[in-house]
Structure formats: C-alpha cells, structure tokens
C-alpha cells in the first residue's frame, strides 16, 4: 500500500518530463500541499519573530 504522500517526490522526480498529461487531481493535490508547506514554514517564520522579539524586550528596556 502507497502512503498517502507517496505522489509528491513522484512529481519533483518527473516535473520536468514533458511527454504526457497530468490529471486535474493531480495538479490540485499538489497545489493543496504546497499550500499546506507553506502555511507550516509560515506560522514557523512568524514564532521565531515573535521568539527574538521576546527576547530582545528585556535589553530594550534596560536601555531606558
């Protein structure tokens, strides 16, 4: 039994194949995970602002 991610490296390793077609449900399921990538590297860019923030409180206010 395939996992259910098992479609994704099979389209980086042909994406450059251009002979053939591709189903519409392939294109959406693939567009459906690189929206989910993102929105995940997203939320993590936006805590480890958040993080160096906190930290840097403390020293801004020292500074007053």
Do not use: C, H
């Amino acid at each position: 039994m395939n996992s259910m991610l098992s479609f994704y490296p099979q389209f980086w390793t042909q994406s450059f194949d251009f002979e053939g077609r591709t189903s519409r449900i392939d294109y959406w399921k693939i567009v459906l995970v690189n929206l989910i990538i993102g929105g995940v590297l997203a939320k993590v860019s936006r805590l480890q602002l958040f993080i160096s923030f906190l930290l840097s409180l403390p020293s801004a206010l020292a500074w007053r």
